[in-house]
């Protein structure tokens, strides 16, 4: 149990920053950052569920914006 690894705890602000980030972007490039930004998030805090909910987002959003 010495190198018992310790779950990370989400900090909720963090998580909202990435959704409004997402949220507001509305051409591809920024799609693109924010995607790299939804990765950062996983390595971070190594969260499934959020990163899967911020993945889903992601996605949807693709669907609004246009890509050229």
Same mark, same amino acid.
């Given at each position: 149990?010495?190198f018992k690894k310790q779950k990370s705890t989400v900090d909720?602000?963090?998580?909202?920053?990435?959704?409004?980030?997402?949220?507001?972007?509305? &051409? !591809?490039?920024? *799609?693109?950052?924010?995607?790299?930004?939804?990765?950062?998030?996983? @390595?971070?805090?190594?969260?499934?569920? &959020? !990163?899967?909910? *911020?993945?889903?987002?992601?996605?949807?959003?693709?669907?609004?914006? @246009?890509?050229?």
């Open positions: 149990m010495l909720v602000k963090v998580f909202r920053k990435a959704c409004v980030v997402i949220d507001s972007c509305t &051409t !591809y490039t920024q *799609l693109k950052r924010a995607m790299n930004y939804v990765d950062l998030y996983y @390595k971070m805090y190594n969260d499934f569920k &959020t !990163y899967n909910h *911020l993945q889903n987002l992601v996605s949807q959003k693709m669907v609004d914006v @246009k890509i050229f």
